[in-house]
């Protein structure tokens, strides 16, 4: 059996561990003391820091884990009796590390230079590298701009590795394990959750930030202080395609935020915000315009200017007896939206009509009103039985009176006042005078 009292210069047992590759990361004997390893990893770590030898980079994470390990008693005791089987496994959870600090020194990445040397890969199953999150941004356009396409340039400011620490933090990669959650990045808090109730959770350690280790002040990055990341701005030119619709998307892969080397960057998502346009609405690839015209140009014909989305101005043109009736809906082929995957294609415009008529008594002489009436169709003739009586109509007011019980019509207000001397209320007919 192996042991290992975490004892600076204490002797360990002469047996040799099951394992002793991360031993020779260091350069040390499987029985070396805790000091040895120490000054065994600080001289590594000065000798393939980033700083240094930038092309050393997996080299120096190596050291790291192995360091993270062998520093660490209990971790050297599983290591020691199980080997690099027994850290994958946690201890069999009883050493508080497990998952958490092989994806942190590893990542998620089966095809990482450490799957191979620790033998993790090969025929395991494939994992996805944690991400960042995405940062969205909306981007407001016109419909001009969607039609036409359009070139902008969107500034932004972001969190990026360190360029002086290359996102380690410390200037020679020294940390020590957090003592508040014990290396385990994580904490078991006990909440009240009512009168005589508590509830137990685990929430992401506040002193290392979930971790698991911590920088001495003393060999913290003079740039970002520790952090690891530092803010930097970036301008991303977007490139709004014709046809291109509310709520589309353009991403803009690990453009987003990256504060941990371990973690892959967040994409930027540009969400297009399309504004609403005073002329033309659209629905799909179509558009629709609302136009008003006289009474005299939905029977007699019209040409109405029509501004288009690109600039040319559409003369819309009808005849004469094509007559417009009210709320009529007429189309021009392929003069809509273009389709964003076939330029090509286009979608139609429909334009819908309000006809407007004229004020009354428009015509002082009401001899002109027959003249009017030649133009039309004979005015169809009623037969007047023997108890009919002629009536004429008042126009109705929708704020005043509501369809009352029995087909009648009642006051809103009830008042008597301005319908005295009627048997009842609401609007009346008024019977024409012989």
Known sequence: MFFHTGMGGMGRAQDTPVDTRLYDLLKVR???????????????????????????GDQFKEISFAYEILSNPERRRIYDLRGMDGIKEGGASGGGFGGDLFS?????????????????????RRRTRRKFQDTVYPLNVTLEEVYNGKKAKLRLSKKALCTSCKGTGGKTGLSYECRSCRGRGIKNVVQQIGPGMI?????????????????????????????????????????????MQNNDKITFP????????????????????VKPHDVFEREGDDLIAKKTISLNEAL???????????????????????????????????????????RDIRGNLYIKFNVTFPDEH????????????????????????????????????EKRYHGGRGGQA??????????????????????AQS
Do not use: W
């Open 30 to 56: 499987p029985d070396a003391s805790d000091d040895e390893i120490k000054k065994a990893y600080r001289k590594l770590a000065k000798e393939f820091h980033p700083d240094k030898n930038p092309n050393h």
């Open 300 to 342: 007699c014909g019209y040409e109405i200017p029509l501004k288009h989305l690109d600039g040319r101005t559409l003369i819309l043109k009808n005849k004469p007896n094509d007559i417009i009736t009210p709320d009529c809906i007429r189309g021009i082929v392929g003069e809509g939206m273009p389709h964003r995957r076939h």
């Open 410 to 431: 009642y006051d809103e207000d009830g008042s008597d006042d301005e319908m005295s001397g009627h048997g009842h209320h609401g609007p009346q007919v008024q019977c």
């Open 104 to 124: 942190h020194i590893f990542g998620d990445d089966d095809e990482s230079p450490f799957s191979t040397f620790f033998g993790m890969g090969g025929g395991g």
């Open 199 to 243: 509830q137990q959770m685990q929430v992401r350690c506040p002193d290392c930030r979930g971790e698991g280790s911590k920088i001495p002040d003393a060999d913290k990055c003079d740039t970002c202080k520790g952090e690891k990341s530092e803010e930097i701005k970036k301008i991303l030119e977007v490139q709004v395609e014709p046809g």
């Open 362 to 397: 428009f015509l002082q002489d009401e001899s002109k009103y027959k003249i009017i009436e030649l133009a039309f169709p004979p005015v169809r003739k009623v037969a007047h039985p023997h108890d009919s009586e002629e009536v004429s109509l008042m126009e109705y007011d």
């Open 254 to 273: 690990r453009e987003g935020d990256q504060t941990d080397p371990e973690i892959e960057p967040g994409d930027v998502v540009i969400v297009i915000q």
